[in-house]
C-alpha cells in the first residue's frame, strides 16, 4: 500500500530556508512523475518539483533556481530544499506522484497521489 508521509514544514522570514522530506512506502509505479506538490490559500494543487521516471527533473517557473529537489535512489526517501523562501510561498506542501499523463497540466502529469501535506508560512 502507497504511503507519503511529509515533515519539516514551519515558520520562516522572507529570504530564510526550510528542507522538507518524505518517507514513501509501496512504491512500485514505472511511469511516472515524483516530487512535491502545493495548494496556497485559494489555490488549486500544483507541480512544484520533481523527478522522471526517464530521471529528467521539473520545477516550476516560481520556483526556478530557488528550489532543489532530491531523492535517495530507491525512491524511499525525496527531499525539497527551499532558498529564499517568499511570502507567495506560503502553502500546504504534499509528496506527491503523478501517473496519469496530463499534457496541459504543468509537469505533464495528474497530481494522483499525495500525503497528509506540511504546512510552510513564510511572513515576517
Known amino acids: 500500500q502507497l504511503q507519503l508521509v511529509e515533515s519539516g514544514g514551519g515558520l520562516v522570514q522572507p529570504g530564510e530556508s526550510l528542507r522538507l522530506s518524505c518517507e514513501i512506502s509501496?512504491?512500485?509505479?514505472?511511469?511516472?512523475?515524483l516530487g512535491w506538490a502545493r495548494q496556497g490559500p485559494g489555490k488549486g494543487l500544483e507541480w512544484v518539483a520533481g523527478v522522471y521516471s526517464d530521471g529528467n527533473t521539473y520545477y516550476s517557473d516560481s520556483v526556478k533556481g530557488r528550489f532543489a529537489f532530491s531523492r535517495d535512489s530507491d525512491n524511499k526517501r525525496v527531499y525539497l530544499q527551499m532558498n529564499n523562501l517568499r511570502p507567495e510561498d506560503t502553502a500546504q506542501y504534499y509528496c506527491?506522484?503523478?501517473?496519469?499523463?496530463?499534457?496541459?497540466?504543468?509537469?505533464?502529469?495528474?497530481?494522483?497521489?499525495w500525503g497528509k501535506g506540511t504546512l510552510v508560512t513564510v511572513s515576517e
Open positions: 506527491a506522484i503523478g501517473i496519469e499523463v496530463k499534457p496541459s497540466q504543468p509537469g505533464y502529469y495528474a497530481v494522483d497521489y
Open positions: 509501496g512504491f512500485t509505479f514505472r511511469s511516472y512523475l
